[in-house]
């Protein structure tokens, strides 16, 4: 079993910062690609970044320069630095995993979400 567990989320002010974690635990042989992503209410789920397992980034480019991805893979760990926040960073935010389990078997997880909320 592999599980995906999302943590920093949080009420913050407008040009406030906030830092996300995802940690993946369970039956893992190697974690490829991970990535954010953030759905705001009433609206599609949107990538906020990938980065690869020898931490190459593609952060999407309306938050490029705010945001920041990093990995630390002994902690099979993601991060994503969130600064200058706005109203409209207000999202649940996902992190998703390619992972190898040890039964050789190759898959997609998600996370349960974080809330962020940017209001006064």
């Known amino acids: 079993q592999v599980q995906l567990v999302e943590s920093g989320g949080g009420l913050v002010q407008p040009g406030g910062s906030l830092r996300l974690s995802c940690v993946a635990s369970?039956?893992?042989?190697?974690?490829?690609?991970m990535g954010w992503y953030r759905q705001a209410p009433g609206q599609q789920r949107e990538l906020v970044g990938l980065?690869?397992?020898?931490?190459?980034?593609n952060v999407t480019d309306s938050m490029k320069g705010r945001f920041t991805i990093s990995r630390d893979n002994a902690k099979k760990t993601m991060y994503l630095q969130m600064n200058s926040l706005n109203s409209d960073d207000t999202a649940v935010y996902y992190c998703?995993?390619?992972?190898?389990?040890?039964?050789?078997?190759?898959?997609?997880?998600w996370g349960q979400g974080t809330q962020v909320t940017v209001s006064s």
């Open positions: 998703n995993a390619r992972i190898q389990t040890m039964a050789n078997l190759l898959s997609d997880y």
């Open positions: 369970g039956n893992i042989f190697r974690i490829y690609v």
């Open positions: 980065i690869s397992s020898g931490g190459a980034t």
